[in-house]
């Protein structure tokens, strides 16, 4: 899932787990400017038109490790 369309708990599982190892504040750093670049394409005014096509596979898609999905469904 493209990362401008990420939950903030799926982004931050997946960006654990792309880097393993990795503080937790760094992680959170990660997960904050991914959530804040979302907000220019929700905001009240000025928000971009902006159309999105998706494969469905990148919904059956698992990233990584099965177990770290599973606080997800």
Do not use: C, K
Request: avoid cysteine.
């Amino acid at each position: 899932m493209p990362g401008l369309f990420q939950t903030e708990d799926y982004a931050r599982a997946v960006i654990r787990a792309d880097n393993p190892g990795v503080e937790d504040a760094e992680i959170e750093r990660r997960v904050h400017v991914r959530i804040a670049r979302q907000a220019l394409l929700t905001r009240i005014t000025d928000s971009p038109a902006f159309d999105v096509v998706l494969n469905e596979a990148i919904l059956h898609r698992l990233h990584r490790r099965p177990a770290r999905w599973r606080v997800m469904t």
